[in-house]
């Protein structure tokens, strides 16, 4: 059957990123995907070298990019031994077809099958481990077609089935059958979190949602005083990880969730519903922002569309800016483009006087203005308790 590679490994190994520029992604923005792009391939030890982009309004019908940059990226990885050949955008199946024949002896990858990965490498629990496996099969069926080709046209001859014909169709059959089992798997799972659920249903629940990497996990860290997992990688938690906090007389849970990224594949989403549902599911959201990054207005416009996708944009919420003792007033400078940003008062002042955000300023690593975070909570909870109970009266 085919399998798709191996990635993480012991030892670093090395890559090349390549990108379009166009009307919808101009040449900042390609870099900035790039940068973040380089940032995943580094939570699997592969390190990217160099970064190619072309400008052109669409996608190569054949090989993405078109035939001079091909050449360009032959050159380059072929004089500095590079395994992988990484595209930000997901490649249809024909585009990975003629990729692997022009690239011969690398590795082509796309961003999909990245996250992919990542996502496999820091799965978890049963759930989890399960929801990524369908995903990647799911993602492996479409991309079955002509991969046995050069069978076929050894073997094959007029009016027959080669053996690359056969290949693909014992090939099918066995991930079709792989996504059966692996649905029927997850429903049973599921049924299990339904009933955890419907246990708990009558307490308070806060969900943390944001970004992938902005210090959620550091903050449920803080909240609960519970040994989270935190790392500084991208989806350094891929599972749902649910603690019951007690402040006073008012019980909740609080959850901590899988991060959000630009260009999160849809079969991601899909498979992971049943993990999202905690965010559909909770009464109060805490999104989690890093404010020091250059583009963490992007970062909440992505948040914000996906959970409008998954049905939880209309919940109460609290915008929890982190990381301000990172925060950087001074002007930054990129590729074709200039930011000078607000100073941190400025920034402050900007969102306090926004109408749909409430918003906190902090810093969970430094443990700044944890206290206003958790009064501005305590008062949110108790209103969603007083809604749950209305005549519990704390003592």
């Not at 799972?189 to 969900?207: C, D, L, N, P, Y």
């Not at 909740?252 to 969730?257: A, E, G, K, M, Q």
Request: proline share 4%.
């Amino acid at each position: 059957m085919i399998q798709t590679p191996p990635i993480k490994s012991e030892e670093m190994e090395t890559a090349v990123l390549v990108a379009l520029i166009n009307k919808e992604q101009p040449a900042y923005k390609a870099k900035e995907y790039l940068d973040e792009l380089a940032f995943l391939a580094q939570t699997l030890n592969i390190e990217a070298i160099e970064q190619f982009t072309q400008k052109i309004p669409h996608p190569d019908i054949r090989t993405f990019v078109r035939k001079g940059k091909i050449e360009e990226i032959r050159e380059f990885t072929e004089a500095k031994n590079v395994k992988y050949i990484i595209f930000d955008d997901e490649l249809s199946p024909r585009h990975v077809r003629n990729l692997e024949q022009e690239f011969k002896g690398k590795i082509v990858l796309d961003r999909s099958l990245l996250i992919l990965e990542i996502f496999s490498y820091r799965a978890q629990t049963a759930q989890a481990r399960t929801q990524v496996d369908l995903a990647r099969n799911q993602y492996i069926l479409p991309r079955l077609t002509g991969m046995w080709t050069h069978l076929s046209r050894q073997r094959g001859g007029i009016g027959q089935r080669g053996a690359g014909e056969k290949e693909i169709e014992t090939d099918r059959r066995i991930v079709n059958n792989q996504i059966k089992l692996l649905k029927d798997k997850l429903r049973k799972i599921e049924k299990q979190g339904e009933t955890r659920s419907k246990q708990r249903h009558r307490m308070v629940r806060v969900a943390l949602v944001g970004y992938t990497n902005v210090g959620k996990s550091t903050l449920m860290r803080l909240l609960t005083k519970a040994d989270v997992f935190a790392e500084n990688k991208l989806f350094a938690t891929v599972d749902a990880t649910i603690r019951r906090v007690q402040w006073g007389q008012m019980p909740f849970l609080l959850t901590d969730t899988v991060g959000f990224i630009r260009k999160l594949p849809t079969l991601l989403i899909e498979c992971f519903k049943s993990t999202l549902s905690e965010i559909v599911e909770a009464d109060i959201l805490l999104h989690v922002v890093d404010v020091s990054h250059p583009a963490f207005e992007d970062h909440i416009k992505v948040v914000e569309q996906t959970l409008d996708d998954i049905g939880a944009s209309n919940k109460p919420s609290i915008l929890v800016c982190n990381k301000i003792d990172a925060y950087k007033d001074n002007m930054i400078v990129g590729d074709n483009y200039l930011i000078c940003p607000p100073s941190l008062t400025e920034l402050r002042d900007s969102y306090l006087d926004n109408e749909k955000h409430r918003a906190i300023f902090i810093s969970a690593a430094q443990k700044e203005n944890i206290e206003e975070l958790r009064s501005v909570m305590q008062e949110m909870i108790a209103g969603v308790h007083g809604e749950i109970y209305p005549n519990y009266l704390p003592n």
